[in-house]
């Protein structure tokens, strides 16, 4: 008489049934989509899935049970892996149809790319317009020493712009701050290169500023430098002139005001027609008719000397301006922590091929 078989035999044949048949499912799978695809491999392969849960009760089994259901419960794990597998390579490099291949006019996958920041539209467009005069692109550290930030720049060392209130020093090395200025790379130039130097200098400064719609803790520069022998005021004049009607319009107007820079001397400010109004006194121009965008000087000599240049044989001009202020002239935008806040509604406005 046969004896009636025990829970564990009862387990046992019960787990080669269902074993076989989920072989014969997993061998005639075939996927629709990505997402059916998905579906199947979290019902065999998942934490959660068949496999698991078979593998869990396999362990209730004998020694020799185990061996025969361990290797038909293998053999169902490599056939569903493999079919996922060959299934995601069909399906991503056919895009889950064969005519994709030979059907030319299905649309590809489409990328949206990014547009370009306006800053870095307005600080190429500034590139280019000195590129075209001959001027050559440099670029420096921001983390400077006092040196480069000011010293050799001829800021005395009293000067309020060292003050905490500006300038961003580490505390463990007052000798170290973040450049303020771009000049910082106007001096990196001068002491390693013979004149004539003809360069601008592109960057991000920062200045220790409360952040409000008119001020922000970083912002970026680019300052220019020409040392030649007998470069004189009026090469700094023609030279602005034509930055701005390129920039602006070609009816731009300038205005140099006598100001004061450590580094330069004379200095001056330089105030363009309000690009706005046109000139006519606007509430952009607070009804005066310029707008301020840049300051410029003769290079004072004994910065000259402080980088190895005889300031008996060679002149020069420099000029510094903020990128963020052209920027707001050209579109203005009215609130400066919209450069650095990455709204894309914002900067999806600035469709540029630049
Ligand atoms: N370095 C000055 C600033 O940051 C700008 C400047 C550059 C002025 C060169 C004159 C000459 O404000």
């Known amino acids: 008489m046969e004896h009636p078989l025990t829970g564990s035999e009862i387990r046992f044949n019960t787990m080669r049934e269902k074993i076989s048949l989920l072989l014969e499912e997993v061998r005639t799978f075939a996927a629709a989509n990505a997402e059916n695809l998905e579906q199947f491999r979290i019902r065999f392969l998942g934490r959660k899935g068949l496999l698991q ?19 038909l419960l293998n053999e169902l794990k490599n056939a569903a892996q493999d079919k996922v597998n060959t299934l995601m390579e069909t399906l991503y490099s056919s895009n889950g149809s064969s005519e994709v291949e030979t059907d030319l006019t299905m649309p590809v996958n489409f990328r949206e790319t990014g547009t370009r920041h306006p800053l870095n539209i307005v600080r190429n467009e500034i590139i280019r317009i000195f590129r075209r005069l001959g001027f050559t692109v440099s670029e420096g550290p921001e983390i400077e020493d006092d040196w480069h930030n000011f010293s050799a720049l001829n800021f005395p060392p009293e000067h309020p712009a060292r003050d905490m209130q500006d300038t961003f020093f580490i505390e463990q090395d007052p000798d170290i701050a973040l450049r303020t200025h771009t000049s910082s790379v106007q001096i990196r130039t001068m002491e390693t290169t ?3 130097i003809r ?43 034509y930055f701005a009607r390129e920039m602006f319009a070609a009816d731009t107007q300038i205005r140099l005001r006598p100001s004061y820079f450590p580094f330069t001397e004379p200095s001056a400010e330089m105030d363009i027609s309000c690009n706005l109004c046109g000139g006519k006194g606007c509430g952009f121009c607070k009804y005066t008719g310029w707008v301020e965008i840049l300051g410029c000087g003769m290079v004072d000599p004994n910065v000259l000397e402080n980088c190895g240049i005889d300031s008996k044989v060679y002149t020069g001009y420099a000029f510094g ?14 609130d400066l922590r ?9 900067l999806r406005q600035f469709e540029s091929s630049f």
């Open 199 to 241: 360069s601008i200098f592109p960057g991000r400064v920062y200045r220790n500023e409360a952040i409000s719609a008119r001020a922000h803790c970083f912002f970026h520069q680019v300052e220019g430098l020409y040392i030649d022998k007998n470069v004189s005021f009026a090469d700094l004049k023609q030279t602005l002139l």
């Open 194 to 196: 013979k004149p004539p």
């Open 53 to 71: 849960d078979m593998f869990d009760e396999f362990k209730t089994l004998s020694v020799e049970q185990k061996r025969d259901v361990g290797q």
């Open 338 to 346: 919209m450069f650095s806040e990455n709204d894309l509604r914002f």
């Open 321 to 334: 301006m903020g990128i963020e202020r052209i920027t707001n002239l050209k579109y203005q935008v009215k």
